[in-house]
T-cell receptor, first 112, second 114 residues
Framework: AQSVAQPEDQVNVAEGNPLTVKCTYSVSGNPYLFWYVQYPNRGLQFLLKYITGDNLVKGSYGFEAEFNKSQTSFHLKKPSALVSDSALYFCAVRANDYKLSFGAGTTVTVRA | DAGITQSPRYKITETGRQVTLMCHQTWSHSYMFWYRQDLGHGLRLIYYSAAADITDKGEVPDGYVVSRSKTENFPLTLESATRSQTSVYFC?????????????FGPGTRLTVT
């Protein structure tokens, strides 16, 4: 079964420091991978995706993610975190033609 | 505004009542989805639709009914609400999820069943 794992429940960083949110995946075949962000009392917002092509994917709000096939990882990164980046982040994989399989989520807190 | 909207945003109902949650998208996306989000369970797919008049069950369909007579609308009905259906419900749409297009989510409906 296609699945993703987010090994960290929480990530805490200082504003201006690099931010990394980890995600590993388990799929058969080529993975379609996604990152979403959820702010309090809001829906999920799409950040970026990897379908094929360059392993470094750039997305919204200065985020990027690196697809690593050998390590089966798709970590989300931001070079310089902002307090406004504090939110819940979800990694997801397309499990089949209709289903997104989500990780449990990682809460990011950026302190001023 | 264009996008995906849900109504109501908040709903309190009693056990046994029928409740319908509405979802509307303006992109003419083929695919639409209903998820529920619960602590400890993350996001779980309830139903999905690949096109108008085509719907199918997801992971947790019991107690829910959907319809899709028009491309832009995908209502979710709880036929007889139970306390276990207290949750936050998200609707999503995708141009062509099968081809790897992302899903776009609505703002959610917080449902409380008393």
């Amino acid at each position: 079964a296609q699945s993703v794992a987010q090994p960290e429940d929480q990530v805490n960083v200082a504003e201006g420091n690099p931010l990394t949110v980890k995600c590993t995946y388990s799929v058969s075949g080529n993975p379609y991978l996604f990152w979403y962000v959820q702010y309090p009392n809001r829906g999920l917002q799409f950040l970026l995706k990897y379908i094929t092509g360059d392993n470094l994917v750039k997305g919204s709000y200065g985020f990027e993610a690196e697809f690593n096939k050998s390590q089966t990882s798709f970590h989300l990164k931001k070079p310089s975190a902002l307090v406004s980046d504090s939110a819940l982040y979800f990694c997801a994989v397309r499990a089949n033609d209709y289903k997104l399989s989500f990780g449990a989520g990682t809460t990011v807190t950026v302190r001023a | 505004d264009a996008g995906i909207t849900q109504s109501p945003r908040y709903k309190i109902t009693e056990t046994g009542r029928q409740v319908t949650l509405m979802c509307h998208q303006t992109w003419s996306h083929s695919y639409m989805f209903w998820y529920r989000q619960d602590l400890g369970h993350g996001l779980r797919l309830i139903y999905y639709s690949a096109a108008a008049d085509i719907t199918d069950k997801g992971e947790v369909p019991d107690g829910y009914v959907v319809s899709r007579s028009k491309t832009e609308n995908f209502p979710l009905t709880l036929e007889s609400a139970t306390r276990s259906q207290t949750s936050v419900y998200f609707c999503a749409s995708s141009e062509s999820f099968r081809k790897g297009y992302e899903q776009y989510f609505g703002p959610g409906t917080r449902l409380t069943v008393t």
